[in-house]
Structures are given as structure tokens and as C-alpha cells.
């Protein structure tokens, strides 16, 4: 069966980095785009971008284009969200979707707490 | 940036009532190529968001066909008849029309 499993919850300091992963199985990763979505503590979802899993190309929404890298690697069917220099605002939860016009399957999210 | 605003808020419905979540966007989403992105999700608590609804009215595999979406241009609905306990959460309207692409603020489904 189709599956996005994410990584773990994740304790960082302002100023720090951080990667995040996205491990997909049950389909070919390179069928599908990957999409990311924040949704910060008791917020609504916040689109962040998508990334070409068959060129490696990202695009994100304005919001996210200083310090955020979608990443892939391939070989290993899993997606990856780096996020530098966290800020405060950066603790949310952060969602993996797979696909392009559909966004038919979601990995279970990643909870990201940024606190000094 | 397409701007969807969703009403109501939040909406308190009787078990076996009908609900009904409208969108309305600030452009319309129908796309070049005819087709027209816009989705429905459910968020039920401490999960992934779920798609309900893709295209304004297919329904995704193994979503129940209570779950009715509908509209076109800028205005949409999706109307739950037959509201059932597992239904409760927030409802999220997509568009995928448009760059950026944006969700909608949310609708609450409380079960009275």
C-alpha cells in the first residue's frame, strides 16, 4: 500500500538547522511530485511547495524561499525539508503530499518546535 | 495570491443532519486546459489532512458518496448529507489553479 512515513519530532534552538524526512513505498517515487505544508500550532494549512521528483527541481511559495530546501534522494524513494536559521514562527508541523494536481496521499506529519 | 474564503467558520451539526461548507475564491479556478483544481479536505484531530474531493466533485477512492462537491468559477460547496460521528474536524478548500497555490482558512464540524 502507498505510504509517506515522516520523521520524527524535532526540539531546536533559533539560529539552528534542521532536515526532515519523507519516505515514500508502495508506488514509484519518481511518478509523483512531492508537495510540503506547514500548519503551524492550532493554525490552518499553509501551502510551502513542491519539488520535480524526476529533476530535482523545487518551487516554493513566496513565503518560503529564504531558508527553506526540498531536497530528494532518489535512490532511497524519500523526500527531505531542510529549514535553516529557525526562527520561533518555524514551530509547526510539516506535511509531505504526494502528487501534483492531487495531493492523494499524506505522510502522518512532523511536529517541529523551535524554542530557546 | 487566489484568496479562498470559506463559511462558516464553524458548524455545529445534529448526527444524520445535512452540512454544507461553501468556498469562495477571489478568481476563477478554471484552468487553461478546462479543468478546474479545486479540493476538499478533512482534518479530523491529531491527523493528516484526507482528500475528500479533487476536480469539484470526484470523490477520491473509498470517500462515502454523502460527501458532494460542487460549483465552478469562484463559487463551490461540498455538502455532507447523512453527517456520521467520523466526520468530525476541519474542512479545507484548494486551489491548485493559480500560483501560488492556496488552501482556504477552514470550517470546524462540531457534532451537536
Known amino acids: 500500500q502507498i505510504q509517506l512515513v515522516q520523521s520524527g519530532p524535532e526540539l531546536k534552538k533559533p539560529g539552528e538547522s534542521l532536515k526532515i524526512s519523507c519516505k515514500a513505498s508502495g508506488y514509484t517515487f519518481t511518478d509523483y511530485a512531492m508537495q510540503w505544508v506547514k500548519q503551524a500550532p492550532g493554525k490552518g494549512l499553509q501551502y510551502m511547495g513542491w519539488i520535480n521528483t524526476q529533476t530535482g527541481k523545487p518551487t516554493y511559495a513566496d513565503d518560503f524561499k529564504e531558508r527553506f530546501v526540498f531536497s530528494l534522494e532518489t535512490s532511497a524513494s524519500t523526500a527531505y525539508l531542510q529549514i535553516n536559521n529557525l526562527k520561533n514562527e518555524d514551530t509547526a508541523t510539516y506535511f509531505c503530499?504526494?502528487?501534483?494536481?492531487?495531493?492523494?496521499?499524506w505522510g502522518q506529519g512532523v511536529m517541529v518546535t523551535v524554542s530557546s | 495570491d487566489v484568496v479562498l474564503t470559506q463559511t462558516p467558520v464553524s458548524l455545529s451539526v445534529t448526527l444524520g443532519d445535512q452540512a454544507s461548507i461553501s468556498c469562495r475564491s477571489s478568481q476563477s479556478l478554471e484552468y487553461s486546459d478546462g479543468y478546474t483544481y479545486l479540493e476538499w479536505y478533512l482534518q479530523k484531530p491529531g491527523q493528516s489532512p484526507q482528500l475528500l474531493i479533487y476536480?469539484?466533485?470526484n470523490r477520491f477512492s473509498g470517500v462515502p458518496d454523502r460527501f458532494i462537491g460542487s460549483g465552478s468559477g469562484t463559487d463551490f460547496t461540498l455538502k455532507i448529507s447523512r453527517v456520521e460521528p467520523e466526520d468530525l474536524g476541519v474542512y479545507y478548500c484548494?486551489?491548485?489553479?493559480?500560483?501560488?497555490?492556496?488552501f482556504g482558512s477552514g470550517t470546524k464540524l462540531e457534532i451537536k
Open positions: 503530499a504526494r502528487g501534483m494536481m492531487v495531493r492523494d496521499y
Open positions: 476536480e469539484v466533485s
Open positions: 484548494f486551489q491548485a489553479t493559480h500560483d501560488p497555490l492556496t
